[in-house]
T-cell receptor
Framework: GQQLNQSPQSMFIQEGEDVSMNCTSS?????WLWYKQDPGEGPVLLIA?????ELTSNGRLTAQFGITRKDSFLNISASIPSDVGIYFC???????????FGTGTSLTVIP | NAGVTQTPKFQVLKTGQSMTLQCAQD?????MSWYRQDPGMGLRLIHY???????DQGEVPNGYNVSRSTTEDFPLRLLSAAPSQTSVYFC?????????????FGSGTRLTVV
């Protein structure tokens, strides 16, 4: 299967700080998705990206589809305690229907 | 609107036992899939279906069977449980296949095989 490397693996930040995380692949993807997973729940879709260079926002979240199409970035501004969870990237190849998921970034926000 | 419903939420099995994890969606989605989530491994695709009567293997299909007799249901069967199948299992669905369709996930089934 495809390897999607997410970094960092975990983050501990103070409430109010900004957060940046990224996802890289050796393959070219035509779609990137970002999900958030709360403890004990399934992942929930945050942002979808369909075009190289695309920048899309969802409230305090902003994600970008990398120009090389091999990476994607997620930023969270002014973090709050409810941002705690695991953030996953997922990429879709030009061929096939499946999404491949990264290993996740665990975010802890300290009040 | 319930979305994707998985049952049971928790299950303990003995090695060699068989069981079926249930998944149902009420959104009339064509595409359904099963993932397993293990620490440090992300989500790995087990099996998927692009419509009723059609199933295919994902990255880690060994030890699992699926069938899709209706659009709504996509059960996952463990034939002879092994400790390596201890994991959290997620069912996901989407309106179609291909570009532009993100997944809706269920809340997961936590399976322990002893």
């Amino acid at each position: 299967g495809q390897q999607l490397n997410q970094s960092p693996q975990s983050m501990f930040i103070q409430e109010g700080e900004d957060v940046s995380m990224n996802c890289t692949s050796s393959s070219i993807f035509n779609t990137w998705l970002w999900y958030k997973q709360d403890p004990g729940e399934g992942p929930v879709l945050l942002i979808a990206l369909y075009k190289a260079g695309e920048l899309t926002s969802n409230g305090r979240l902003t994600a970008q589809f990398g120009i090389t199409r091999k990476d994607s970035f997620l930023n969270i501004s002014a973090s709050i305690p409810s941002d705690v969870g695991i953030y996953f990237c997922a990429g879709q190849l030009n061929t096939g229907n499946q999404f491949y998921f990264g290993t996740g970034t665990s975010l802890t926000v300290i009040p | 609107n319930a979305g994707v419903t998985q049952t049971p939420k928790f299950q303990v099995l003995k090695t060699g036992q068989s069981m079926t994890l249930q998944c149902a969606q009420d959104m009339n989605h064509e595409y359904m899939s099963w993932y397993r989530q293990d620490p440090g491994m992300g989500l790995r695709l087990i099996h998927y279906s692009v419509g009723a009567g059609i199933t295919d293997q994902g990255e880690v299909p060994n030890g699992y069977n699926v069938s899709r007799s209706t659009t709504e249901d996509f059960p996952l069967r463990l034939l002879s449980a092994a400790p390596s199948q201890t994991s959290v299992y997620f069912c996901a669905s989407s309106p179609g296949v291909g570009r532009g369709y993100g997944y809706t996930f269920g809340s997961g089934t936590r399976l322990t095989v002893v």
